[in-house]
């Protein structure tokens, strides 16, 4: 996905450090193109678009699911997905979103993974019917 002027805008207004926005400005850039840590905070950001947040959402890094994961704005499909992620950390990170569907939150009831569950107890749009 190719960075336009108006997402180096949105960047600067979110606060991007000026690194970043120098990147961003010194050439056509893509999504691809940005450092781990910069998509990290592109898929943390409620502001970021949700085509952007789609791309991100298969990232090759954890970390950069994780944020999609866990930012309050990701539609609820990419949530179900993100559910099923192999990282534990990106279903740690769903099982706190409140934005979570009920239907992955009782899914991740039953994770193998102790954080992950944990993360689904504490979750306020838990089903009762999850946690018992």
Same mark, same amino acid.
């Given at each position: 996905?190719?960075?336009?002027?108006?997402?180096?805008?949105? &960047?600067?207004? =979110?606060?991007?450090?000026? +690194?970043?926005?120098?990147? $961003?400005?010194?050439? +056509?850039?893509?999504?691809?193109?940005?450092?781990? !840590?910069?998509?990290?905070?592109?898929?943390? *950001?409620? =502001?970021?678009?949700?085509?952007? $947040?789609?791309? $991100?959402?298969?990232?090759?890094?954890?970390?950069?699911?994780?944020?999609?994961? #866990? *930012?309050? =704005?990701?539609?609820?499909?990419?949530? +179900?997905?993100?559910?099923?992620?192999?990282?534990?950390?990106?279903?740690?990170?769903? &099982?706190? *979103?409140?934005?979570?569907?009920?239907?992955? $939150?009782? =899914?991740?009831?039953?994770?193998?993974?102790?954080?992950?569950?944990?993360?689904?107890? #504490? *979750?306020?749009?838990?089903?009762?019917?999850?946690? !018992?």
């Amino acid at each position: 996905m190719k960075i336009t002027p108006d997402l180096i805008l949105l &960047a600067e207004m =979110a606060g991007a450090c000026s +690194e970043a926005v120098a990147y $961003l400005r010194s050439g +056509e850039r893509t999504l691809t193109d940005l450092r781990p !840590e910069w998509r990290r905070w592109v898929a943390g *950001n409620p =502001a970021t678009p949700v085509p952007m $947040l789609e791309v $991100l959402a298969g990232d090759a890094e954890g970390d950069v699911r994780q944020a999609v994961a #866990r *930012n309050p =704005a990701t539609p609820v499909p990419m949530l +179900e997905v993100l559910a099923g992620d192999a990282e534990w950390g990106v279903r740690w990170a769903g &099982a706190g *979103n409140p934005a979570t569907p009920a239907a992955a $939150l009782e =899914a991740l009831a039953g994770d193998a993974d102790g954080h992950v569950r944990q993360a689904v107890a #504490r *979750n306020p749009a838990t089903p009762a019917a999850a946690l !018992e």
